[in-house]
């Protein structure tokens, strides 16, 4: 038998086998170009280090444009399996235990602390402006003067003192020594030694007093009953008949009888009454003499001891006086509210008044240093209020939110994830991240997914040269 039937065949094989094996070993290898005498060596570095930015460029754009592309992302993202499992994972954060919504373990986690801090200190500092603002401050002051003057117009006297409480409470405050101390020193102020009655009472007061006099005296002159008193006839004729008799002796008395007498003074008298000119004689007396008094210093009307004296009574009768006045028949507490009551010591100028002080304290609350930290504590109660809360939820409830999530989800995926990829550009991230790798890395990765069609293109190359040679051989 000829030997070259049978090693040509072998070395045909070993030829197709090698050949493939090191044609598949240059695809990474050598990994850098290599020299000799400074002139670069062929086939170095290998297929693939040489190509990597074109194949990695390649292979990113064949996944981008018919591995993954826009549509298939998009109906992977929207198949039933991914919506539920995205269902779970968001439920699985947003419920507890008991099937609540608890905000504290959505938001409070340690991940979220950060931000939560940021939300505050943007809402604080969004706050201060809105209050600085000029309309909104218009509007918060007539907003508070408005409620107070409601307020006040809702709350009856009732509401705050008793009837029984008040009268007392007034009592008290009459009747306390203090209101007795402060009388007496202003009383003391008044009736003083150097003043007069002109300058402690009023002038119309006087005019009365005058008025009353001369009403009087036209009274006593009409009628005058005075001469009609037995007692006083009977001293003044007692009188008469002494001085008759000390002036002409027993004898004259004797012819002139004292009754007779006081009868003739009597009638003349009343018939001179009667005159107009000896009435205004009489007024302009009396006139006079009311002047005369009160235009004196008291000093010279009362001594120390009886002006004293008057002041301290005056000062016991005015309060002890005053105690029986009904002061809540003035007040009307059963129909009068706190509005009402105030706006009439003011003058109907209650509204006014509210509005001025809110405005002004409205500006000094904001020059205030500490408006900060009170908008920061008003900003984080209200924060840990609402975030420590759990939202109890029915069975119906969980089901409409479960609908809203997934309609969401949905509609995010369709109207943005196309965008979002395309903005994102696959295929620069897979060329990105190929060109990354270590070639030796990048060949391990290719080989643990080809090994055995490698393998098998290598084995092929084998059998094919074995099948060549023996056919050369044959014919």
Avoid: C
């Avoid at 905000?103 to 986690?109: A, C, K, M, N």
């Avoid at 008094?293 to 008291?298: D, E, S």
């Amino acid at each position: 038998m000829d030997m070259k039937i049978i090693f040509a065949p072998i070395i045909g094989a070993g030829i197709g086998y090698s050949t493939n094996w090191l044609a598949i070993k240059m695809l990474f290898r050598p990994y850098t170009e290599k020299r000799v005498l400074g002139i670069r060596l062929p086939f170095t570095p290998g297929l693939i280090p040489k190509e990597r930015e074109r194949v990695a460029k390649s292979i990113g754009e064949v996944i981008q444009d018919y591995l993954l592309t826009d549509k298939i992302i998009v109906n992977e993202l929207l198949e039933d399996s991914t919506k539920d499992h995205v269902l779970e994972l968001i439920n699985h954060n947003l419920y507890n235990q008991e099937g609540n919504i608890d905000l504290e373990q959505l938001l409070l986690s340690n991940d979220n602390k950060p931000v939560l801090n940021k939300l505050k200190d943007i809402l604080v500092i969004r706050l201060y402006d809105l209050i600085q603002d000029k309309n909104m401050k218009e509007q918060l002051q007539k907003a508070i003067s408005k409620k107070i003057s409601i307020s006040l117009k809702k709350v009856k006297l009732t509401d705050i003192v008793s009837e029984e409480e008040l009268n007392y409470k007034y009592e008290d405050i009459i009747n306390n020594q203090k209101t007795k101390a402060l009388l007496t020193n202003f009383l003391s102020g008044i009736i003083k030694e150097e003043a007069t009655i002109n300058e402690i009472i009023d002038e119309e007061m006087i005019n009365n007093v005058k008025r009353f006099f001369i009403n009087y005296i036209d009274t006593l002159t009409s009628d005058l009953l005075i001469f009609e008193n037995e007692k006083l006839k009977e001293k003044v004729v007692g009188l008469i008949d002494a001085t008759i008799k000390e002036k002409v002796g027993a004898l004259g008395a004797m012819f002139v009888n004292g009754e007779s007498v006081y009868h003739t003074i009597a009638e003349k008298s009343k018939e001179k009454l009667q005159e107009q000119e000896v009435k205004d004689e009489i007024y302009t007396f009396i006139i006079e003499k009311i002047d005369e008094v009160t235009n004196r210093p008291l000093g010279e009307i009362l001594s120390i001891d009886t002006r004293e004296s008057l002041i301290t009574w005056l000062a016991d009768y005015i309060p002890r006086n005053l105690s029986k006045l009904d002061i809540t028949s003035a007040i009307d507490l059963k129909d009068n509210d706190l509005y009402s009551l105030i706006n009439n010591l003011v003058n109907d100028s209650l509204e006014e008044r509210i509005k001025h002080i809110v405005n002004s304290n409205y500006e000094e609350m904001l020059g205030n240093k500490d408006i900060i930290k009170n908008i920061e504590g008003i900003v984080d109660t209200l924060l840990n209020k609402v975030l420590l809360t759990n939202i109890k939820v029915s069975d119906e409830d969980r089901k409409d939110i479960d609908t809203f999530i997934l309609d969401k989800y949905s509609s995010f995926v369709n109207k943005h994830i196309t965008k979002l990829i395309r903005d994102v550009k696959l295929s620069s991230i897979i060329e990105k991240q190929l060109n990354m790798f270590d070639i030796k890395m990048l060949e391990d990765i290719i080989l643990s997914i080809a090994r055995k069609e490698l393998n098998a293109i290598t084995l092929l190359g084998g059998l094919l040269g074995f099948i060549i040679s023996f056919l050369a051989v044959l014919l």
